[in-house]
């Protein structure tokens, strides 16, 4: 059955007045969300107290979502776990992959990676010391600095600037051919289109909810091991909600079954309430049909554009394989332009140093917005209309 996306977009809240193309940073509210949240709330905390963990089921909620969140990026069940945020699953998906790599130090990124994938990684570097290095390389360059050095591959799918995207199939390969591991961040993938954790066998991944999977501000990251690994990868973050037996309250610390494992302390419960309500949504949705509608809005809006706005550049990929849910365009001024733009009520971002982005999100989003953002971006840049003080001014998120 093919997916109805005006059933999905009618499943969110979205301000009347505004074109949403930013799902991308920050996914918009689902209607359910709101009195999914209250009941948490009131409900279950208000009501059952400390009961709830186990009446509410509070405690297995990391991995019944976990597996929910499987489905959407190929993943075996009971391999993906949630908790604490991206950046601390980076840390602990890369502390693990190390220590099952000895004999190597490098961890391999490229230059096109989030810059708090990178810190994470420089960090743990200087904490495990003896020669463990980052070594980073232009995103195009990746595939052929892939060598017997290296311990661990560290790649963003997707280039949260410009969009481009990697073959997972092919670089995942090319590093067990080497002997290295890899460490996925779907950040910009999930909910995206389909990823195929599995069939690629990838060793370890990570990724944030509150981008495409609408979990809201704050909503926890996954992380995702390899079932062939999962009883072999040590969490590294070894806190007590990870302990085979937490409420054994042992001094000593061993690691749980599987995936169980990677949990560290009090899961987001709220938040994770949140993130059911969406998750509801994705049910009905097929990530086939979301792909074929995801490249057709964003071939309009590149076809749009470049017809009406020629003092852009696209900075996005045209080949279908190397592109993920969003446009980038360049411009010297793209921070007063995306302010011109917000100010009316076309949503997207702007990544330093030149980076205009649009995120397409077919739940909500379909042709006739795109149509407008276009319209809307035509009439700024014809009229110079974000060359206006009020819009130079950074804010502190941009
Ligand atoms: C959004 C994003 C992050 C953000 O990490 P948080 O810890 O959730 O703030 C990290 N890495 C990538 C690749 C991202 O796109």
């Not at 992959?97 to 004999?103: D, S, Y």
């Not at 077919?362 to 003080?389: C, H, N, R, T, Y």
């Amino acid at each position: 059955m093919s997916t109805d996306f005006s059933a999905t977009r009618a499943a969110f809240d979205l301000p009347e007045g505004i074109i949403y193309l930013d799902g991308n940073s920050l996914g918009p509210l689902p209607r359910a969300a709101a009195a999914r949240v209250e009941r948490a709330v009131t409900g279950e905390w208000g009501r059952m107290l400390v009961t709830g963990w186990n009446k509410a089921g509070w405690m297995d909620q990391p991995s019944k979502i976990g597996n929910r969140i499987a489905t959407l990026i190929g993943a075996e069940p009971d391999s993906v776990v949630m908790g604490d945020t991206l950046s601390i699953k980076v840390y602990q998906a890369l502390a693990s992959a190390l220590e099952m790599n000895p004999t190597r130090r490098v961890i391999l990124s490229d230059t096109g990676n989030f810059p708090s994938d990178l810190y994470m990684a420089e960090g743990l570097c200087r904490t495990l010391g003896s020669g463990y290095t980052l070594k980073t390389v232009a995103p195009e360059d990746i595939a052929a600095h892939i060598d017997e050095t290296v311990a661990v591959t560290l790649i963003t799918e997707v280039d949260y600037r410009t969009g481009r995207k990697h073959d997972m199939a092919a670089l995942t390969a090319r590093a067990h051919a080497a002997g290295a591991l890899t460490v996925w961040d779907l950040a910009h993938s999930a909910g995206a289109f389909p990823v195929y954790l599995a069939d690629c066998r990838a060793d370890f991944a990570v990724g944030c909810t509150y981008k495409y999977l609408n979990s809201g501000p704050g909503g926890p990251a996954f992380i995702y091991v390899a079932p062939r690994h999962a009883d072999t990868a040590r969490p590294a973050l070894s806190g007590w909600l990870g302990h085979e037996s937490p409420f054994a309250f042992d001094t000593t610390y061993r690691p749980g079954t599987g995936i169980e494992r990677m949990r560290v302390g009090t899961p987001p419960v709220l938040q994770m309430a949140a993130l059911e309500a969406s998750l509801d949504i994705w049910d009905s949705v097929s990530l086939n049909d979301l792909r074929t509608a995801s490249l057709a809005l964003t071939d309009r809006f590149i076809a749009g554009v470049e017809a009406a706005c020629p003092t852009l550049t696209l900075a996005t990929p045209r080949d279908h394989a190397a592109r993920g849910s969003q446009v980038s365009f360049r411009h010297p001024e793209g921070y007063a332009i995306m302010q011109a733009l917000i100010a009316r009520g076309l949503i997207g971002d702007f990544r330093a140093p030149d980076i205009l982005r649009f995120g397409f999100t077919p739940l909500f989003i379909g042709a006739p917005e795109v149509d407008a953002a276009v319209a809307v971006l035509a009439e700024v840049m014809d009229k110079s209309l974000w060359d206006q003080p009020q819009f130079k001014t950074r804010a502190r998120v941009t």
